[in-house]
């Protein structure tokens, strides 16, 4: 095992010369070693794997097919959606019950515009978003204004906006949308560069992917060998983002081979890219960790605590409402019973990626990870004909084995202090 080389504790190499070469030739090459360092995230990565490559032995192949892989994304894209809000909403310390609900109301609204009055789409989309950030200022007011725990002023929400969207909706369901509408969650982009047997715009957007992620990564390994911190060394580096890349060009090419480049697909890609910077790289997201690691140390530290939970709920609104247009436009309908228990895939997702119960810990793409191992699994499950009842029993057992995972951690850390 090699250490991060330096001349002194307090001193860190100059950007323009020492930390590329040092990029290149520090950190450790023990796989083990760079596993322990970070247990709770590299834990789903694997466990992602493991998952897929168990349901696509059970299936024979099918549940890695074109046709299955874009399925998964169409099925689940709205709880993915819906877990990049509820991970910011745990790191926070709070927990968000009443997104089921706004997302029936939402695509309630957008409905009864669209389907009912006539109105053009987007319009039914620009009142669904507005429905949404309302909602999200009405529960952000209850908890940062009034002090109502969140658990409280979101179960109440949960009634309060399930009862709202039956009114709306007056009991019944509305369909059909405008074939615009329903391109959102059920339109792809096909031939735009042309290909023979497949898509080459989806293959080269995939390529995008792989190099943004080799850049990205390259980068935040400077920057950390910069403050000397810790990495893997450079072939294991160079192995990470091959491995990566090999996934990403795999996936690409199975839905360049399926109907193309799913819309829904670059509405998820553009949050996960925007709130992966929101949650890293600006000074709400570093509020956000501190307001759910230790609130009193946030308080004296100057944090508006008030102000950045108000915007914590209505972040969870407005992407409350995008997962209802998604849902609406996936279903071609609205109707009193969406949205019924997303509040719980989400929360699932959340936790299975990482985050943790007391807040504090959490990452966009632990959110995305863990959404994907409970798509894989109902998916997969669903393929091979598992009754319901006993795919809620195996998600349950899932979810209950993370939060004890979390739980382990925190007592392993703390024993060896």
Do not use: C
């Amino acid at each position: 095992m090699t250490d991060i080389k330096s001349s002194s504790p307090g001193q860190r190499p100059s950007a323009g010369e020492a930390a590329p070469a040092l990029a290149l030739h520090t950190g450790t090459s023990d796989p083990r070693t760079l596993i322990m360092r970070n247990l709770r995230q590299s834990g789903i990565f694997v466990a992602l794997v493991v998952i897929v490559a168990l349901f696509a032995v059970l299936t024979d192949g099918v549940s890695l097919s074109p046709g299955n892989i874009t399925n998964i994304v169409l099925q689940y894209s709205y709880i993915l959606v819906l877990a990049i809000g509820m991970v910011i909403v745990i790191i926070g310390g709070h927990i968000d019950l009443s997104v089921g609900s706004v997302v029936a109301l939402t695509g309630a609204v957008s409905a009864v515009l669209v389907i009912q009055q006539g109105y053009p789409w987007w319009l039914g989309v620009l009142a669904a978003l507005a429905v949404g950030l309302a909602v999200g200022a009405w529960h952000g007011f209850w908890v940062a204004y009034a002090g109502i725990p969140a658990f409280i002023v979101t179960l109440a929400g949960m009634l309060l906006f399930r009862g709202l969207t039956l009114r709306v909706l007056d009991n019944i369901s509305l369909s059909p949308f405008p074939a615009e509408y329903q391109q959102i969650a059920a339109g792809f982009l096909n031939g735009l560069l042309g290909g023979q047997g497949f898509d080459a715009f989806t293959l080269l957007i995939g390529a995008v992917a792989v190099a943004g992620y080799a850049v990205g990564g390259f980068r935040t390994r400077v920057a950390r060998i910069r403050y000397q911190q810790p990495v893997e060394s450079f072939p294991l580096f160079v192995a990470r983002v091959v491995l990566v890349g090999a996934v990403v060009m795999y996936f690409a090419w199975q839905l360049a081979h399926a109907r193309g480049l799913p819309i829904v697909l670059i509405v998820l890609a553009v949050l996960v890219l925007a709130y992966g910077l929101l949650t890293r790289r600006t000074v709400f997201g570093r509020q956000v960790y501190a307001i759910g690691g230790n609130l009193p140390a946030a308080m004296l530290s100057g944090v508006k605590v008030k102000t950045v939970n108000f915007w914590v709920f209505v972040n969870m609104g407005f992407l409350s409402a995008v997962a209802g247009i998604i849902y609406s436009s996936r279903s071609n309908g609205a109707q009193p019973a969406a949205g019924n228990m997303f509040e719980l895939d989400a929360i699932a997702a959340a936790f299975i990626g990482g985050a943790a119960v007391t807040g504090g810990v959490g990452t966009v793409v632990g959110a995305m990870v863990g959404g994907l191992i409970m798509a894989v699994m109902s998916n997969g499950m669903q393929l091979m004909g598992v009754d319901q009842s006993m795919q809620s029993v195996v998600k349950g057992l899932v979810l209950l084995v993370a939060v004890a995972f979390d739980v382990y951690n925190k007592r392993r850390a703390g024993s060896a202090r």
